[in-house]
């Protein structure tokens, strides 16, 4: 054998190649066999073997043990009856679960290392590709089949063939059109409109401008939500929040839209449509819990930091004859998190 | 015959013959596996499955799937006559009213936690020691998919309580589906039968995590297992094994009991925690709404990854082209970002086997520090993992250390790109040090310790010699090299673009590099020893031994 073919043949055997160099020393080490066994205690001492199957025996036991201690704790520990039984009941069985089945294991686990042989033994393995003669044959079977079948020479079985299969599964699709309606503008619009009051949430009430000092955030949802047959529906858009700053610290379209200072903003936030919930009285930042975006009040709601991309969407509010506040129109754009269709 | 032996004995024959037991048992009873601790993370996976299924079974017995309203008048005092949904107000009398429902529930729940999270250590696993090369390429791919079907079951699984976090898990997983171009908010409507949150996604969202997704895990789950048979079980490199061979115990009787002791053991440690650690207080929570929120609301673990994804990236992500919103700044972190790890992490054999030309099947495992640019790939991809993972706490954090969030979180927008590169070369450095300590070990055996003064008053450490079998371990690996084009004269032209991708890949998998010590070299060293014991001048030849072996790293270093 010539020195390139041996080098084939070592590339396409891998690692126990045995070519050798020149000098007759190997390329390779060589695998030294399995280390001889060692015998364990209880291999050779029939005393430290007796001592082993007590030790596997007193586990299980310990089992039992713990399993009749979970049946005590069910039966045994008045559920019902406030926190404190219920705490105690749910540790009863936790702890006798656990001595019930981790000793279960462990015994077993002791049983097969202690016990039973522990010498290692070998399995051959075989190659996954079969060999030449088997993948020959797999391909004349699979021309043969194919022969038969005659896919080849009618096209035209084949062709509609692949057709009806790639149209087949499609109308399933269809089967689920009425897992809900077109989303249509409602990602769009909210309840407010003009003359909606804004109330109180979660108590209710209307809110009279003159009540409001600085500083104050109050949670807003419009008048007659609790009335809709849905209302988280409408709660998940139309969550407001309305602030009382020094109207100078307003932009000129904030306090334009606002009343003596009070403004009021969607709730939503314009990332994922977690609720804003933080407000900063010192530095009119409000902040969404969820991902850290910032928005600042003085600056019209403008992102200032995090994730976000848009203002928070301001209400526009007025006040009625007995000074309660009322929408003076509805949004201007949409509230919530950004889509494909918003624009 | 004893009575057992003939009750065993009637048995057996029914089974042979209405089954053909003896062939199952002929060809499976004595199958062997082989013996390491790596290889039971699988097994934790694999277990906590189980007590999902019977632990979920029994919640169904008492979870009602709705979001129809009802007033809660059950047992926890501060909820009393709050307006809440069946399903939660349900969830609160599965932890209050049912006896040992509680403890059900936080078995489910420390399981599900510990299943991901298995799940994860057993693909790191895998992946470090090269357990996903030739022939198992395709059940690393399985194994993907029940990672990324576990991540999904366990988010369906928490949403179910409709409690106050998990609703706000929602409302982010629906933001989610809103960013994906085109057809995000037809996806949204349909999911959730209209607007959000609606009443539909409860029964919905019920029948994908107790059928739909465990049936699909449960069959990926038997091919999977299917496929250890088929291929045996990968072994680690030692004297005695061989790629030919798997050297371990029997299946009957020793993993047997090994095993399914091992079920018991995992399941008694999950049902302690459950015991004893509070996991998912609902009703501290309260029902869902979508204008409240708490501050600090965190996802289980598994999501967070994610979750710090989306708040590092910036807003200014997002535009508006042709009067259509791309959210490219919650798009990108999650819906993209998962689809580019899958198909990563599902090409990554495929981009290894390009890199060495190898088709050969391995069933020895690599010692990760034998692949240095893959373990260092490895540490890459685990630490821009970490790093998202710390982001999704970035508030936490902020509040613990007293440093602003907005500082951390400008500062792990640029350590997620840089920190996983620097990860990478340190890594690979380690791996190619720990080979060389290697050598060293195989050429010259182990220190000892002790000091022996030499008659001419030099000092020297001597060092014992390994044993065959000691050294075998150092020296049994392959030495991949970078390709040269006459390598792929069987693969096709080798000025191809492909061929030209493959070279460059295979030179920056193996350029640096550390060959194991060869027979020759062993001989030169150990010829080196005796020389210099009787010529008495061991410093200067030890000294020329040492270059030898350095300049042997540095021209493959090159």
Partial sequence: ?343 | MSTIDKAAGGVGNFADDTVGASKIVNGFARKIFPDHWSFMLGEITLYSFVILLFTGTFLTFFYEPSAAHTVYNGDYAPLAGQGVSEAYASSLRISFDVRGGLIMRQVHHWAALIFVAATVVHMIRVFFTGAFRKPREINWVIGLVLALLAVFEGFTGYSLPDDLLSGTGIRIAQAIILSVPVVGSYISFFLFGGEYPGEDFIPRFFTIHILLLPAVMLGLIVVHLALVVIHKHTQYPGPGRTEDNVVGFPLFPVYMAKAGGFFFIVFGVIALIAGLVQINPIWAYGPYDPSPVTAGSQPDWYMGWLDGAVRITPGWWEFTLFGFTFSMNIFIPTTALILFVMAAGALYPWIEQAATGDRREHHLLDRPRNAPTRTGLGVMALTFYVLLWISGGNDVIAHMVGLSINDITRFMRVAVFVLPALAFVVTKRICLGLQRKDREKALHGRETGRIVRLPHGEFIEVHAPLSEAERWVLVQHDANRPMDVEDRLDAGNPNSLYGKVQRRLSRFYFEDRVEPVTPAELAAAHHGHDTEIESQEHASIEEKQGDAAIATSQKYHG
């Fill in chain 1, 1 to 343: 054998m010539s020195e390139i073919e041996r080098a084939d043949e070592a590339h396409g055997q891998g690692s126990t190649a045995l070519a050798k160099s020149g000098s007759g020393v190997p390329e390779r080490f060589e695998n030294p066999g399995l280390p001889p066994h060692r015998h364990r205690m209880g291999d050779v001492d029939p005393q430290a073997a007796k001592r082993a199957e007590r030790q596997v025996a007193f586990m299980l036991l310990l089992s039992v043990l713990g399993s009749i201690g979970i049946i005590v704790s069910i039966i045994g520990i008045e559920y019902n009856g406030g926190w404190d039984r219920i705490s105690t009941s749910t540790r009863a069985i936790g702890l006798c679960m656990f001595v019930s089945l981790f000793m279960l294991g462990v015994g077993a686990v002791h049983w097969a290392k202690t016990l039973m042989p522990d010498d290692e033994r070998i399995d051959y393995r075989h190659r996954q590709r079969g060999t030449t003669a088997e993948r020959e044959q797999a391909v004349a079977i699979l021309k043969e089949g194919s022969a038969e079948a005659g896919l080849g020479r009618r096209p035209l079985i084949r062709n509609t063939l692949i057709g009806a299969l790639a149209l087949f599964p499609l109308p399933a699709v269809f089967f689920f059109r009425d897992t809900g309606p077109l989303p249509g503008n409602s990602l769009s619009v909210t309840m407010w409109e003009e003359g909606t009051y804004l109330v109180k949430d979660p108590t209710g009430g209307r809110i009279r401008a003159a009540d409001l000092t600085y500083g104050t955030v109050v949670h807003v949802m419009p008048e007659g939500i609790d009335e809709l047959e849905e209302p988280l529906n409408e709660k998940a858009k139309s969550a407001v929040l309305l602030m009382r700053l020094d109207e100078d610290l307003l932009t000129p379209k904030s306090a334009e839209w606002g009343v003596d200072g009070t403004v009021a903003y969607s709730k939503i936030c314009t990332h994922m449509g977690c609720p804003v919930a933080l407000y900063e009285q010192q530095t009119h930042h409000l902040l969404c819990p969820c991902h850290q975006s910032t928005f600042d009040v003085t600056q019209d709601c403008k992102v200032i930091f995090g994730p976000a991309n848009r203002p928070l969407p301001q209400l526009p509010i007025r006040v009625d004859a007995e000074g309660y506040l009322q929408a003076s129109s509805g949004f201007h754009e949409a509230v919530g998190p950004s889509f494909w269709e918003r624009g």
